[in-house]
Each structure stands twice: as structure tokens, then as C-alpha cells.
């Protein structure tokens, strides 16, 4: 059960089985009735149990299982392993995390309560656990389909394909995470994040219109901001491409967004607000909104002196600072009783990536599970540049996991 062990026996599996090879071979290393890998959705609501040992049938149906209330939810939330008696065996369900994006969780049922050297031994399974699953999942479709609480539209599809790949990261410096909630007709908003050597760029968008003319607005925007950044340029010039692409091929159509870009170096802090909501600030436990000079969308024809400029601001970030980006699905008319400012608040100790799906759940519960609009958030946790070096045991060190209880009433429904 060595990492290179591990790893070397998922490579030799199909990328469909690599899973359940693993979860066979913890079985037989600790004498586990059962081991068993879930997966987390996209909206992070549900898991969906994917490998377990000897169970290499892909033709059965998945499991999925809310996570509200349970014994998941909670690892999940507190990156911290949990350790419950459940019958006559002994359940274990630690955090499989890469970089602050949840991936899922291991589960394992032990004849008796785990030693410190079993734990580490989950432990590192768990970490080379998240690295299978990111080697894996860009060669198969069934990692894609088990993150999908229901079936998606075409313009639901092609939303999907434009969010980064890990819609969490952490770094020595920050952390940041974005969580999107597409409308019963998709509203074509999309959130991406690159970290460069010196830099992490951010950006957030909201094409016009609804379904698939909407994904195919922002399809154009994203892929031309992404070009650009690829390319080396900076956020004016970055804005300039995203607007003459949509000037070129959107039809008479047009995007806002919201490009931000913080240097690693210094902590300089850039943005380019492009008709787009503005952003919120929490620092020292209050929430401001930066009122910035806004500039047009992307692609709108207006007649002014600036038609064809980007302007280039800087937003001051000190280290603690809590920065929130939204579109304006996040400020629809059915959530004006909603006090964002005060949620912010009292989310400030979640990570990023549970602040902004609380917050996302929030506005998708003041509409009573209905949206007119895309709703989407990014939020960032600025550490500062003098942090180098991540801690990367954080929230995963299963020596210190709870000891199981012996009475009161059985584990939650898993």
C-alpha cells in the first residue's frame, strides 16, 4: 500500500476501474468489509458512490445521496476525517481533496477501531485518491456523468465545458473557489481562474439572452479571454480581444464581465469591470461594495470617447480580505428580502468553496428552487504575498480524526 503501489495499480486499470482497484486493495491490506469511493456533484449538494471493491459494473445504476444532514456533508465541510461505530464494524469517511476542490470522499467499513498507522495509511490513499481521479477523468465520461444531478440541455453542456476544471484551488497566497446554479433557461454565465508563475487571474461573465444562443455568446468570450490571457496579455488587452471577438461573430449580441488580476509579487490588484454587477469586500467583518468605473459590455455598440478602450483599476487587497465576484442572477427581484451583506458575514469562517455554494443556495431558496437568471459567484480569501509555501496537510491530517462513539444513537443515513 505504498503511494507508488497505488498508483501504479490504477494506471494498470481502465480508467473506468481504477477505483475499484484501489478500493480492492485497501479491502485486503486493512481486512475491510467494505471500501467504497463517492464522488461530489457539481453543485456539491449529493455524492454519487463510484468504485467499491470487486464492483467493476458499470452497468448498474449509481447510487446518489444527498448530503444535507449527514455524516458526508460534514466531512466534506470540515476537510476532517470522521470515525463512527455503525454496527458491528467500525466506518471511516475521510476527505478526497486536491488543492481545496472537494473531489469526494473514501468510505471504509473495519472490523475495529483504526490505529494511527491505519489512518495514515487512509490518508494517503485518500490523497492519491484525488490525483486518480484528475489522471482519469479526461479519459472517460462516467466521472463526468456522476457529477450531474440531473441531465443536461444542450446549453447546460456547453455552460459546463467552460468552467476551469476544478472549480476550487488553494495556494500559499490564496484560495478560491466559484460556484454557478444555471436558470430553469440557461442565462450564459460562466466563472474562470488560471494561476500564472507571478499571478492569478479571475473572471466572471454573463452573456445576454437565455440557452443556447446565451452558451454560444459565452463560449466566444470565454475562448477569446482565454487566448488572450495564453497569449500574455495584459487585462486591457485581454477585454479588447473578448469585445472585437464579439463584435466579429456574436451576432449583435454582447457580454459583461468582470477581469481581475492579482500580482504574487506584491499583491497588486488589477480589474476591468465591463458593464458587469459590482464586487463586495469584506474586511475586518464588514462588507463594502467596490464602486468602480464601468465600462461597456463586451461587444455593445454605444458612440462614446471610450467606445474602444478598456480602463484598468486598481482594487486594494490586504491579506484577510474576503473578495466576492457575482453576476446579476445573485440580485433577482425574488431575493430582494435576502441580506447578502450580512450572509457574506456569516459565512466568513467557511472555506471559499462552502461560502460560495451557501451563498448560491441562498438565492436558489429565496425563488423556492426557481431561477430567472444564472446565478453565479466567485469568492476569494487573499492570505497575502508573504505566504509561500501552502500548508498541504491542511484538513487532511487523519491522525487527529474523531474517535468513534460508543452510545448514543446509530450514524446519520449516509
Known amino acids: ?21 484501489v478500493a480492492r486493495m485497501l479491502r485486503e491490506h486493512l481486512g475491510a468489509a467494505s471500501v467504497s469511493f463517492l464522488i461530489t456533484d457539481f453543485t456539491g449538494s449529493s455524492v454519487v458512490r463510484m468504485g467499491a471493491a470487486d464492483s467493476v459494473d458499470t452497468d448498474e445504476p449509481a447510487q446518489r445521496i444527498p448530503l444535507r444532514g449527514t455524516l458526508y456533508e460534514d466531512v466534506i465541510r470540515s476537510q476532517q476525517p470522521q470515525v463512527e461505530h455503525e454496527g458491528r464494524h467500525v466506518c471511516v469517511v475521510a476527505p478526497v481533496t486536491n488543492r481545496g476542490d472537494a473531489i469526494g470522499l473514501l468510505e471504509l467499513f473495519l472490523p475495529s477501531v483504526p490505529d494511527a498507522e491505519v489512518m495514515r495509511d487512509i490518508g494517503e490513499t485518500a490523497h492519491a485518491l484525488a490525483y486518480i481521479v484528475i489522471a482519469n477523468r479526461s479519459h472517460s465520461d462516467v466521472y463526468q456523468w456522476s457529477r450531474r ?29 466559484g460556484a454557478l446554479e444555471p436558470a430553469e433557461h440557461v442565462g450564459g454565465d460562466t466563472f474562470d481562474y488560471v494561476i500564472d508563475r507571478d499571478t492569478v487571474q479571475l473572471s466572471v461573465t454573463d452573456a445576454m439572452g437565455h440557452d443556447v ?9 470565454v475562448s477569446a479571454l482565454r487566448r488572450a490571457r495564453r ?20 451576432r449583435r449580441g454582447f457580454v459583461s464581465g468582470q477581469l481581475l488580476r492579482i500580482s504574487l509579487l506584491d499583491g497588486r490588484t488589477e480589474f476591468v469591470n465591463a458593464g458587469h454587477p459590482w464586487p463586495l469586500r469584506m474586511r475586518d467583518g464588514k462588507v463594502e461594495e467596490i464602486v468602480p468605473k464601468v465600462d461597456r459590455p463586451f461587444g455593445l455598440n454605444v458612440r462614446t470617447s471610450q467606445a474602444n478602450t478598456y480602463r484598468v483599476q486598481t482594487l486594494d487587497l490586504q491579506p484577510g480580505d474576503r473578495l466576492i465576484m457575482l453576476t446579476d442572477g445573485m440580485l433577482e427581484r425574488h431575493a430582494e428580502n435576502l441580506d447578502l451583506a450580512d450572509l ?34 466567485m469568492c476569494l480569501d487573499w492570505h497575502g504575498v508573504h505566504n509561500s509555501e501552502r500548508d498541504a ?5 487523519l491522525t487527529d480524526a474523531s474517535p468513534p462513539s460508543t452510545t448514543g444513537p446509530p450514524a446519520p443515513h449516509r
Do not use: W, Y
Request: glycine share 6%; hydrophobic share 50%; charged share 25%.
Open 231 to 250: 497569449e500574455g496579455a495584459d487585462l486591457a488587452e485581454q477585454a479588447r480581444h473578448a469585445d472585437q471577438a464579439m463584435r466579429d461573430h456574436g
Open 393 to 397: 496537510t491542511n484538513g487532511a491530517d
Open 344 to 377: 457574506i458575514i456569516r459565512t466568513r469562517e467557511l472555506h471559499p468553496r462552502e461560502a460560495a455554494r451557501t451563498l448560491i443556495k441562498a438565492i436558489v431558496d429565496a425563488g423556492d428552487g426557481h431561477l430567472h437568471d444564472d446565478a453565479t459567484v
Open 1 to 21: 500500500m505504498t503511494l507508488a503501489g497505488i498508483l501504479e495499480a490504477a494506471e494498470a486499470a481502465a480508467p473506468v476501474e481504477s477505483l475499484d482497484v
Open 149 to 177: 444531478t440531473k441531465p443536461l440541455n444542450l446549453a447546460a453542456e456547453i455552460q459546463h465545458q467552460l468552467l476551469p476544471a476544478s472549480l476550487a484551488c488553494e495556494a500559499a497566497q490564496f484560495a478560491v473557489a
Open 213 to 221: 444562443d446565451a452558451a454560444l455568446l459565452a463560449t466566444l468570450v
